[in-house]
């Protein structure tokens, strides 16, 4: 089996989230997708094979992290897509069966990438003071993101608050099922953002995200209410750092980034 690492949501190698992506013949055993998962120990490893044509998707796609199985992941999407792409396994759009249904991913003619995703739906929570404390931060506002992302989101002060972050993470792992995605306004949106996150997200084995495409379906309606726009761009400041952009249409969300493959092996066992 051949295994790329690809790095995704930037044009830079070593920056943006690092996945693994392995197209397949059919899906191993669980055990076994999982076992690979953990020996590439990135946040996500993407495991596709192709379908037979006649149907919704082309191709199946599930996502591992070190520690299981995900509902949904942006970032080992579109990569799993740029290796599609750049390999000439699959030209054009193309359509994921996944555990969140059909998602697409669409190619430009600039070498971006958009993924069609559902919306995040959002619902005002009160904010606990064990978040607070875990966070080192008191957040202006709180939500929750529903099944398919299984995070909180919480609105902090400003985009330094949110730079200064050293949670308390496994504190932090009591207040949602997947993690916690803390966010502010741009301070300057001049420099080609509009919002600032980070994501951590212990319960799943990763302690901070790189940059999470699925966290941006939430961040989308989140910030578009606030800004009055339904196009944005939000800055991830994790340490590698990364870029999406994202279109609010109603019930879905448009992601749209880069990627870059910074390594081609092969599985040996």
Request: negative net charge.
């Amino acid at each position: 089996m051949r295994i790329r690492i690809v790095d995704a949501f930037t044009d830079r190698p070593f920056t943006g989230n690092p996945a693994g992506v392995l197209l397949l013949d059919s899906f191993p055993s669980d055990e076994r997708l999982q076992q690979i998962a953990l020996e590439v120990n990135h946040a996500e490893t993407a495991f596709a094979h192709r379908l037979d044509g006649g149907g919704e998707a082309d191709w199946a796609l599930r996502w591992f992290t070190p520690a299981t199985e995900v509902n949904m992941c942006g970032h080992a999407t579109l990569a799993t897509a740029h290796v599609l792409h750049t390999t000439g396994a699959h030209e054009g759009a193309v359509r994921f069966a996944t555990r969140s249904g059909v998602l697409v991913a669409t190619p430009g003619e600039d070498g971006s990438i958009t993924l069609d995703f559902p919306t995040a739906p959002l619902t005002p929570v009160e904010v606990s003071a064990g978040v607070t404390e875990a966070l080192g931060a008191a957040p202006r506002a709180a939500c929750d993101t529903g099944p398919n992302v299984g995070d909180l989101v919480v609105e902090l002060a400003d985009e330094k608050t949110v730079h200064a972050l050293t949670p308390d993470l496994r504190a932090l792992g009591r207040y949602s099922e997947r993690g916690i995605i803390a966010t502010a306004r741009a301070e300057d949106p001049s420099r080609g953002y509009d919002f600032v996150s980070r994501c951590f997200f212990p319960n799943v084995g990763i302690d901070e995200d790189p940059v999470t495409g699925s966290a941006h379906t939430a961040l989308a309606p989140f910030w578009s209410e606030r800004l009055g726009r339904t196009v944005l761009t939000g800055l991830q400041a994790s340490p590698r750092s990364g870029r999406v952009r994202t279109e609010l249409r109603g019930d879905r969300t448009l992601l749209t980034g880069r990627a870059v493959t910074t390594i081609e092996g092969e599985l040996l066992v």
